[in-house]
C-alpha cells in the first residue's frame, strides 16, 4: 500500500510532443515594436482573415438540422449514414467518373472521422502496431509525427526535393522500406510546401507500393484547392486508371474546402476493389468505437452542405489564394537573402533562407534566429521551416487579402535589406 501519493504520467503521452509549440515557445512574442500592426502567416486558418467567410447555404444548413429529429441523437460509429452516402457520391464524381472500373464508393466505404487529423490517427492506429514504421513526407506536417511518438510507431522521412518542385525522391523513399515499414504516407497537394505532385511521380511511388505490398494513406484535403495552370491527380484515381493492386485510404475534411476548419469534420474514404484490406477493415471498425465522432448536427447537415454549396463559392476560395500565392511569390522572387518557388496549390509555400547572404553580425544562423529576429524587428510572425523537418526555410500562409500580402513582402524586403551581408548593420543598431 503506497504511503504517498505518486501519479505520474502515462509513456504515450510523455512521448506526444508537437513540434510546432516547442519551437514557437522559442519566440519572443514580448519584444515587438510599437510602430508596426503584428501580422501572423504562422496559422492555417482562412476564416481568421476578412477575405474569407464561410457561405450562408452551409451555416443554414446546420440551422435546418438543428429542426431535424435527428439533430440531437448518436450517430452511428463510422458516421451518419446519408453523410456517408452523399461523400460516397462525391468522390465517385470526383475521383473515378470517367473511368474503366467496376468498383465504386459506397457508404461502407466512408468514415466520417473528427477532423481530417482525426482520420490520420485512425489509420496510424489501424496500420501499425508499437516499433512498426511508416514512410512520412519531408518537410511535411508536424501532426504526422506527433502521432507516431505518442503510439511508438517510427517515423521515417523521404526527402522532398526542392530543386525539382517539391517531388518525392522515389529512391530515396525506396531506401527506407523494410519489413516493418507499414504503410506509405501521402499529402498531395502539400502542408506546408504548397505544390502539387506530378502524374508521373505518383504512379513511381504506386508502384513502390504494389512492388512491396504497403497500402498508401494519402492526405488529400486541399485536392480541390489547386491553382490555374496545375493539375491535381489522386492516387485513388490513379490506382482505378491503371487498375494496380494498391489499396489506399484517402483522407479529407470540411476545414478549408468550406471554411469551417473549427467544426473539426473529416472523413476516410476507402479504395480496395480488390479487397486486400479485409482485415484492416475489422480493425478500423474496432477502434472507430472508441473515436468521438463529430457532432450529430453537423453530420446531419453533411448531405445539404455538400449537395448545394455553389461551386462559385469554391471557386472563389482558389482564384483568391491564387492571387495571393501570385503577389506573395512575385514580392520575395527578387529579395537576394530569400528564395521560393511559386505555390501551386493549397494555402502556404515554403521559403528559403539564404543564410550566407546575411551579416556575419546579425545573429540570423538558422530559420529559428531568422524568425524571431523578423517578429521583433517587423512584428511578423513566421513558422519557422525545422518545425516541418526542413530548417533555413520558413512557412508562409497564403491566406491574407492582396493589400496585407504586399505589406508582409515589403515588410521581409525591408528586413532583408536591414541585415544583408553588404549592409552597414552593427550589432549595437536599435531594434
Known amino acids: 500500500m503506497a504511503n504517498q501519493w505518486n501519479i505520474i504520467p502515462s509513456a504515450n503521452s510523455m512521448r506526444a510532443s508537437n513540434p510546432l509549440r516547442d519551437i514557437v515557445e522559442q519566440l519572443d512574442m514580448k519584444s515587438l515594436p510599437k510602430d508596426k500592426k503584428f501580422i501572423s502567416v504562422a496559422i492555417g486558418d482562412p476564416v481568421a482573415f476578412p477575405n474569407f467567410k464561410t457561405h ?80 512520412l513526407p519531408r518537410p511535411g506536417f508536424s501532426y504526422y509525427r506527433t502521432v507516431c511518438e505518442a503510439y511508438d510507431f517510427e517515423p521515417r522521412f523521404y526527402n522532398l526535393l526542392p530543386d525539382k518542385n517539391w517531388a518525392i525522391d522515389i529512391n530515396h523513399l525506396e531506401s527506407l522500406i523494410d519489413d516493418k515499414t507499414k504503410a506509405i504516407f501521402l499529402n498531395n497537394p502539400s502542408n506546408p510546401c504548397g505544390n502539387v505532385l506530378s502524374k508521373n511521380n505518383l504512379l513511381h511511388v504506386i508502384d513502390l507500393a504494389e512492388k512491396y505490398k504497403l497500402p498508401i494513406i494519402a492526405d488529400e484535403i486541399y485536392g480541390e484547392m489547386v491553382f490555374a495552370g496545375n493539375k491535381f491527380y489522386s492516387v485513388t484515381t490513379l490506382c482505378a486508371e491503371y487498375n494496380m493492386r494498391v489499396p489506399v485510404l484517402m483522407l479529407s475534411g470540411m476545414a478549408k474546402y468550406w471554411l469551417v476548419p473549427g467544426w473539426k ?156 551581408r553588404d549592409s552597414s548593420y552593427r550589432p549595437s543598431a536599435k531594434l
Open 56 to 135: 450562408p447555404v452551409i451555416t443554414k444548413a446546420v440551422t435546418k438540422a438543428n429542426e431535424s429529429v435527428r439533430r440531437n441523437a448518436y450517430m452511428h460509429t463510422s458516421g451518419y449514414k446519408k453523410a456517408r452516402i452523399a461523400l460516397a457520391k462525391k468522390y465517385n464524381e470526383l475521383c473515378l467518373s470517367g473511368i474503366d472500373t467496376k468498383f465504386k464508393y459506397s457508404f461502407e466505404d466512408v468514415l466520417i472521422t473528427v477532423g481530417c487529423v482525426g482520420a490520420i490517427n485512425l489509420a496510424f492506429m489501424t496500420l501499425l502496431n508499437p516499433g512498426d514504421n511508416i514512410l
Open 265 to 420: 469534420v473529416g472523413w476516410m474514404c476507402i479504395h480496395d476493389p480488390f479487397n486486400l484490406l479485409k482485415q484492416a477493415r475489422i480493425g478500423l471498425n474496432h477502434l472507430a468505437t472508441l473515436a468521438i465522432s463529430p457532432a450529430s448536427i453537423i453530420q446531419v447537415a453533411l448531405p445539404e452542405i455538400i449537395e448545394n454549396t455553389p461551386v462559385s463559392f469554391h471557386n472563389s476560395i482558389v482564384n483568391r489564394l491564387t492571387e495571393q500565392a501570385s503577389l506573395f511569390y512575385e514580392g520575395v522572387r527578387e529579395i537576394a537573402q530569400l528564395a521560393a518557388l511559386k505555390p501551386q496549390a493549397a494555402m502556404y509555400t515554403m521559403v528559403k533562407i539564404n543564410l550566407d547572404e546575411f551579416h556575419p553580425a546579425s545573429g540570423i544562423t538558422d530559420c529559428v534566429s531568422f524568425a524571431n529576429k523578423l517578429l521583433k524587428d517587423q512584428a511578423l510572425l513566421v513558422l519557422p521551416g525545422v518545425i516541418f523537418g526542413m530548417p533555413n526555410y520558413f512557412r508562409v500562409v497564403l491566406c491574407p487579402p492582396a493589400n496585407v500580402i504586399k505589406e508582409i513582402t515589403s515588410r521581409l524586403a525591408e528586413f532583408c535589406r536591414k541585415y544583408a
